[in-house]
């Protein structure tokens, strides 16, 4: 069974056969589940429906008519 030592600042290195065994690469994250008196490592998993609405754009939206309003407004000034 692999092992690791915990740092003065509590940090551990994952061993390679269990970040192997994981599929874990740098800056994947793991989630820690504590069970009665011991704990258990697993890759932290994103389901994509919770990012929904996490990013938004500066882009808005133009109608039909806006985008004719300007091309015959900038048509005018040639």
Not at 13 to 40: H, Q, S, Y
């Amino acid at each position: 069974m692999p092992t690791a030592t915990v740092t003065s600042k509590g940090q551990i290195t994952i061993p390679k056969a269990v970040r192997e065994a994981l599929g874990l690469e740098p800056g994947d994250r793991v989630a820690f589940r504590l069970l009665d008196n011991a704990a258990m490592v697993e890759p932290e998993t994103v389901d994509l429906k919770e990012l929904f609405g996490s990013l938004h754009t500066r882009v808005k939206g133009v109608s039909v008519d806006d985008m004719e309003a300007a091309i015959a407004h900038h048509a005018g000034k040639r």
